[in-house]
Every structure is written in structure tokens, then in C-alpha cells.
């Protein structure tokens, strides 16, 4: 039956296989446990439609056996009236009811097995959610250990990479770039400030002799 079938399946699942092919482990660890406590109570439900299918049946059984033990004692009460076409009527009960008291006692052994195979399939998937219930907790802890330790990994690889640290180097020869043409600039302007002294002093002079000339003429 269908609902055998997907019970055992949950049950041969590797609960670290399918975490481990899962996107997202917690979400479906969590999947898996709702499933099965879904497919458990299906089981359960079967399980008891099938004991009570199971009385019914041996009840059945039973009330055929009882009428072919009333319809045997009925054929001997014919004969001993020696009411023989009574006797036969009888006798054709005896065997109809006998028939049907064994096809229902084939019916209850096979319901038997049935109920025996639900049980058993009821035991192991309640073994299997006891399990996942115990590694939930485990694996997701697992899971997110792994995770941390991937990123961490890749934020090593990513301060390693040499891109960054070419592109550190640019920025770094970027500023002493930079702080060299400051400080040209500032030694442009100390001799800016030197020249026009330098003009000054000059100008001072030629007036000097200038002064110096005008007295010797005067």
C-alpha cells in the first residue's frame, strides 16, 4: 500500500544525507520530522482500522462456524425424523456456512499479517522520528559550526587575495603621491617668498645708486 511505501522511505532516509544536500539544513530537518510525525499518525490511524477490520472479520468467522455447528444439528434431527429431503436441505446449509467460515478465516490471517506489517512499520518509523528528534539539535549545531567556518575561510581567502593587496599598494603609493606634491608646492611657495626679497633688496640697491649718482652730478 501507498502509505507503507512512503513510511519506508522515511525510514531508509540518511538523516545526514538529506541535511547534507539541503540548501537550508535547519528548514529541512524540520521538514523531515513534520513528515514523519505526519506519516505516524496515518500509521496509527491505519494501524487501528485495521485491528478493528480484523474483530470484525474473526467475529464473522465465528458466527459462520456457529451456524454450521446449528445447521448440523438440525440435519441429525431431520434424519432422525427420517426427513431426508429436510436432512439434505440442511446438509447444503452446513456447507454454504462452512465455506464461508473458512473464506473468512483466510481473511483473518491475512489481516493478521497485514495488522503485523503496520505495527512493524509503526515501530520502526517511531524509532526513526525518537532518532531525528535526537540529532536535530546535533546536526543543526553541526550545520552552523561548518557554515561559520566556511565564511570564515572566505574571509581569509578574501584579505589574501592579491587583488586586495595590489589595489593597498596603489593606495599607498596614491598618498606618498600626493603628500610629495604638497610638499613641493610648499618648498614652491617658501622660494616664492625668497624671490620677492631677493627683488626687493635689488630694487633697494639701484635706487642707492641711483641716489649716489644724482649727487655726484649735483
Same mark, same amino acid.
Given at each position: 500500500m501507498?502509505?507503507?511505501? #512512503? ?6 532516509a540518511?538523516l545526514?544525507d !538529506?541535511?547534507? /544536500?539541503? $540548501?537550508?539544513?535547519e528548514?529541512?530537518? /524540520?521538514?523531515v520530522i513534520?513528515d514523519m510525525q505526519?506519516q505516524?499518525?496515518?500509521?496509527k490511524?491505519?494501524?487501528a482500522?485495521?485491528?478493528?477490520d480484523? =474483530?470484525?472479520? *474473526?467475529?464473522k468467522?465465528? $458466527?459462520?462456524?456457529? /451456524? ?19 436432512a439434505r436441505?440442511?446438509? =447444503? #446449509?452446513v456447507?454454504?456456512?462452512r465455506?464461508?467460515?473458512a473464506?473468512?478465516?483466510? +481473511?483473518?490471517?491475512?489481516? /493478521? ?5 503496520l &505495527?512493524?512499520? !509503526?515501530r520502526k ?7 531525528a528528534h535526537?540529532k *536535530? ?5 553541526q =550545520?552552523?559550526r561548518?557554515? *561559520?567556518?566556511?565564511?570564515a575561510h572566505d574571509a ?10 595590489a589595489?593597498?599598494?596603489?593606495m599607498?603609493?596614491?598618498? *606618498?603621491?600626493?603628500e610629495a606634491?604638497? +610638499? ?7 622660494d616664492d ?7 626687493i $633688496?635689488?630694487e633697494?640697491?639701484i635706487?642707492?645708486?641711483l641716489?649716489?649718482?644724482?649727487? &655726484?652730478h649735483?
Amino acid at each position: 500500500m501507498a502509505l507503507l511505501e #512512503r513510511v519506508s522511505t522515511l525510514v531508509r532516509a540518511n538523516l545526514n544525507d !538529506l541535511i547534507d /544536500k539541503a $540548501e537550508d539544513p535547519e528548514k529541512m530537518i /524540520k521538514q523531515v520530522i513534520l513528515d514523519m510525525q505526519n506519516q505516524l499518525l496515518q500509521v496509527k490511524t491505519q494501524v487501528a482500522i485495521a485491528i478493528a477490520d480484523q =474483530h470484525l472479520l *474473526a467475529k464473522k468467522q465465528k $458466527e459462520n462456524e456457529e /451456524k454450521v455447528s446449528e445447521w448440523t444439528r438440525k440435519a441429525e434431527l431431520a434424519v432422525s425424523k427420517k426427513e431426508d429431503d429436510l436432512a439434505r436441505a440442511a446438509l =447444503h #446449509r452446513v456447507e454454504s456456512y462452512r465455506e464461508m467460515s473458512a473464506n473468512f478465516s483466510q +481473511q483473518v490471517g491475512d489481516q /493478521k499479517a497485514q495488522v503485523e506489517n503496520l &505495527k512493524t512499520a !509503526l515501530r520502526k518509523l517511531e524509532q526513526k522520528l525518537d532518532e531525528a528528534h535526537a540529532k *536535530a539539535d546535533l546536526l543543526i549545531a553541526q =550545520h552552523r559550526r561548518a557554515r *561559520a567556518v566556511g565564511k570564515a575561510h572566505d574571509a581569509r581567502a578574501s584579505i589574501g587575495d592579491g587583488s586586495k593587496s595590489a589595489a593597498f599598494d596603489r593606495m599607498k603609493r596614491k598618498v *606618498a603621491h600626493n603628500e610629495a606634491v604638497s +610638499q613641493a608646492k610648499s618648498e614652491l611657495g617658501a622660494d616664492d617668498v625668497e624671490d620677492r626679497l631677493t627683488a626687493i $633688496e635689488k630694487e633697494d640697491r639701484i635706487e642707492q645708486l641711483l641716489a649716489e649718482m644724482k649727487s &655726484k652730478h649735483a
